[in-house]
């Protein structure tokens, strides 16, 4: 086949990210691997010496060696994929110690700082150190902290879990495809800096603060700094939420996040300004220094892991170029997927590379077929092949955003039309102001015209947004639906390239049809109308939905309605609830809510907040299905009682751990039914 004459490593690059799946499902012993590989690899050398002198029979055992090479590779995937699972520690063995840990990450938030770092602890028994990956939450914002201290503290770690909400991000499963499972808290009077060490990645990160540092305390406008920070840097942590999500509906989140096409843009600047060496015949030394700037970028962007593929790739390209081979572009894209896989194979799990990945994937098939029809001639021909690009690329990555953004943005070729021919100004307008500003030197000139730029393409994001079907929201894709979509863009991919095509139609035509059937079951298996008291960090959010529409409560109001649905998008989405509002207390023949009392989808509830609950008086204990105890409140179990009769109490998970195992062993001692949302995971009740 053409396609895999272009890019041989396909037989190599897909097969090992199989392996790396089959790690998460099949969990087996290394050595069963190992064996298994080892018995493939004997049998392709076995079969290669007794057909070496046989060219006919070595011709037709081919297809078997090529399918022997690519069970090796899978063998090779699943091997690295089962190295890369965190090892579990006991932590009974290491709480309560006094350890010593240095951060490699850190990232301010609005009340809080977040720290990745690696405990380290002696091992008594083997004699050695063991290296703990933990995510630190420290009290407050400490500016103090940098990557590569060293701090000090008495370990209380705990196994990170998920908040146990219905379809929701599973937070826990992100920490261990980062190579994290335990977390700790701790208050600013609980650890003690200690050292300082520096090592590539943390001199990366220091650089790339230090810029961020120079861009926030110039005078540009703190939308234009933030901006800045994420489309120039990678320091995503800065954007807006709101920006983030306008983008996103409008089809050109892409550019906020470092990728190929960021690095394309540099690469594209620094070869038009040394076109010059070409007519002097120093080309190699051209490749070299475009090399070098690639390099440099890579480093201040703090080595993120999109920013590193682009550059693999890109480094295999130039090379090619330099030792004047024949390259594949194709080829150069398995090759940097097969390499990053090989050193870091949860990278597989991130969105960021799927996405880059199907979309260069995408423009590299898919572009030379729209391109045929792109003449020479035409004075449109750019904006066509713009167009064409944009097109396959959304194309390519529309099952992936559907799947983990619950969007499809419709007008995304228009969008991207009308940007990307800004954003290489804008990147070389902020790079040079950037390292203008790392000097002390500040062209007001440059300030105004990127507040400018960054107006503008907030202003065509929220445009897009505002014209009629610009996307397609709330759409909720089952796991197996989007294997049956890359399934089915597989087969598209064969069916273009290949000759005999009824076959490949056949294929497509029968996937279309397992798609429609799963998304119909997918459908009807969710009900349409329930109740769900939420596990969060800071609340206890009641929301009730029936017929598309939903209601909201929660103790805490400083939760925005669009915060809500950002977090819980992938139940808003599976549901098909299209508007939420907050709920007000109201009375109709089928409910009534005004707290603490509430009637709600045949349900009787008691909502505990503070002291409000005194005020009402019974003869008898009211009898209630559910006793919802929030954070405010600050009294005992037994206090309620006198006024309700709750078959079981509920637990905000929003409670500090003290308050909450008294109330937990109250409720032992008086035999009551009691749920606890921070163990137990949302209390989820469907009609």
């Known amino acids: 086949m053409k396609l895999l004459d272009k890019a041989p490593l396909i037989r190599l690059a897909l097969p090992f990210a199989a392996g790396i799946l089959f790690s998460e499902w099949i969990i087996v012993d290394r050595w069963i691997i190992i064996a298994l590989f080892a018995i493939i690899v004997s049998g392709m050398i076995c079969c290669r010496l007794f057909t070496c002198k046989q060219p006919v ?98 370990a209380a770690l705990q196994p990170i879990k ?102 394309g843009i540099i690469m594209t600047i620094v070869f038009f300004i040394l076109k010059p060496l070409d007519y002097i015949r120093l080309k190699r ?9 690639i390099t440099i970028y890579l480093f201040i962007t703090g080595m993120s892991a999109s920013a590193v593929r682009a550059t693999i790739m890109i480094a295999f390209v130039l090379i090619a170029r330099l030792t004047y081979r024949r390259y594949s572009s194709l080829n ?26 199907m979309s260069v994937l995408s423009i590299l098939l898919l572009y030379d077929r729209f391109g045929k029809f792109l003449t020479s001639k035409n004075k449109s021909r750019q904006l066509l092949s713009s167009i064409a690009i944009t097109t396959v690329a959304t194309l390519g990555t529309a099952a992936i955003s559907a799947y983990y953004f619950h969007v499809i943005p419709v007008l995304s070729i228009f969008s991207n039309i009308i940007v990307l021919p800004i954003l290489p100004f804008y990147i070389s307008i902020g790079l040079i102001h950037t390292f203008l500003l790392a000097t002390g030197i500040e ?23 505002t014209l009629p079907f610009s996307s397609i929201a709330n759409i909720h894709m089952s796991t197996i639906t989007l294997a049956l979509f890359m399934l089915l863009y597989l087969l598209v991919i064969v069916f273009i390239y290949n000759i005999n095509k009824k076959q490949y139609a056949i294929a497509i035509l029968a996937t279309i049809l397992a798609i429609m059937t799963c998304d119909t079951i997918d459908q009807s298996r969710k009900p349409q109308s329930g109740l769900v008291i939420q596990n969060n960090y800071s609340s206890t959010p009641i929301l009730c939905f029936s017929e598309q529409k939903a209601f909201l409560w929660s103790e805490d109001t400083t939760t925005t309605i669009n915060q809500f649905k950002r ?62 105890i929030t954070k405010t409140y600050y009294g ?12 079981m109490v509920i637990l905000s998970g929003a409670m500090f751990d003290d308050k909450s195992e008294k109330i937990i062993q109250e409720a032992k001692h008086l035999n009551i039914k009691l749920h606890n949302l921070k163990t137990d995971g949302a209390t989820v009740i469907y009609d």
């Open 443 to 465: 062209f007001i000139e440059f300030s105004w015209l990127l507040d400018k730029a960054t107006w503008l393409l907030t202003a065509i994001a929220d445009a897009v947004n």
């Open 162 to 263: 998920s908040l146990g909400n219905p379809d929701e991000f599973y937070y826990a499963t992100y920490m261990k495809h980062r190579y994290v499972i335990y977390s700790q808290y701790l208050k600013r009077d609980e650890y003690t800096k200690i050292a300082t060490s520096s090592d590539v990645m943390t001199c990366a990160r220091k650089l790339q603060r230090s810029l961020t540092n120079a861009i926030i305390e110039s005078s540009m406008s703190p939308s234009t700094q933030r901006f800045l920070c994420t489309i120039l840097l990678g320091e995503s942590s800065y954007l807006d939420p709101d920006v983030r999500e306008d983008f996103s509906h409008a089809g050109i989140a892409h550019i906020l996040a470092l990728s190929g096409l960021h690095m």
């Open 567 to 628: 977090y819980n998008a992938g139940f808003l989405s599976a549901h098909n609830i299209n508007s939420i509002e907050r709920l007000s207390p109201r009375q109709s023949a089928d409910s009534f809510f005004n707290p603490p009392f509430a009637f709600i989808n045949g349900k009787r509830m008691a909502i505990i907040t503070e002291t409000r609950w005194r005020h009402y008086k019974a003869a008898h204990p009211i009898k209630i299905d559910y006793l919802i």
């Open 285 to 293: 030394v051209k490749i070299f220094m475009a090399m070098a700037c």
């Open 57 to 154: 029979t070595a011709l037709r055992i081919i297809p078997l060696q090529s399918f022997c090479v690519m069970l090796a590779a899978m063998c090779a995937g699943w091997f690295a994929g089962t190295c890369a699972i965190p090892d579990e520690t006991d932590l009974n063995m290491i709480n309560g110690r006094l350890v010593a840990a240095r951060i490699s990450n850190i990232e301010i938030k609005d009340f809080s700082t977040s720290a990745e770092a690696s405990i380290s602890i002696l091992n008594d028994s083997a004699k050695n150190n063991i290296d703990i990956p933990a995510m630190l939450s420290i009290q407050g914002n400490d500016y103090t902290l940098a990557e590569g201290d060293w701090i000090t503290f008495k």
């Open 332 to 357: 150069s894209l398995f090759a940097a997927a097969l390499l990053i896989l090989a050193f870091s194979p949860y990278a597989l799990y991130d969105v960021g590379f799927q996405l880059s990945f």
């Open 636 to 647: 005992n179990l037994s206090d309620l009682l006198d006024t309700f009769d709750p078959d």
